[in-house]
């Protein structure tokens, strides 16, 4: 099971330091509102609730509603999740091994040219060969690209990302 500090890493990516406290607030808390969080946390309403909706969008916690009595309006009582965090790692990671292989893919079919003026200028041999190889930009010579050290790096990413998968499927996987 993922601990709190875990989740703060985490929400670190949803919204910096002010997601932290807003972890840190929930995770003291237990159970509350967002008004308790915002004053906890010192952000504003607005951007607790902000954060607390990214965090829900993922699972990362939960929401429950009640009516007060006196206003009629809705109060929503947040609580963490920290069980749903490796849950979430994981699909990110699945997500990103896919993006991987699909663009290892990509690079392995194709023979790339670039402009050695620009530098920025990569195109296929396909649009090379449509353009006479010369360079959208300037007009200079299209050369002949190796892409082998690109691939490398994309096979030892997805290898690396594999094997995370694969250690968290057995229970191994560490954050």
């Not at 972890?23 to 509350?32: D, S």
């Not at 649009?127 to 050369?143: K, T, V, W």
Request: net charge neutral.
């Amino acid at each position: 099971m993922a601990n709190h500090d875990d989740l703060a890493r985490l929400a670190s990516f949803f919204g910096g330091e002010e997601a932290i406290n807003v972890v840190k607030a929930l995770a003291q808390a237990g159970t509350t509102t967002d008004d308790v969080i915002a004053t906890q946390a010192n952000v504003r309403l607005n951007t607790a609730r902000r954060i607390l909706y990214k965090l829900y969008d993922h699972a990362l916690v939960t929401c429950t509603r009640s009516r007060d009595e006196t206003t009629g309006w809705f109060i929503y009582h947040w609580k963490l999740q920290p069980d749903q965090l490796d849950t979430f790692v994981r699909s990110r990671k699945k997500k990103a091994l896919e993006k991987i292989r699909t663009r290892l893919d990509y690079e392995k079919d194709h023979s790339f040219f670039m402009c050695k003026a620009c530098l920025t200028i990569r195109v296929t041999f396909e649009d090379a060969m449509e353009s006479a190889f010369r360079c959208s930009g300037c007009n200079g010579q299209l050369i002949s690209e190796d892409n082998s050290k690109t691939i490398q790096v994309l096979e030892e990413s997805a290898r690396r990302l594999e094997s995370e998968l694969s250690e968290q499927q057995f229970g191994n996987g560490k954050f």
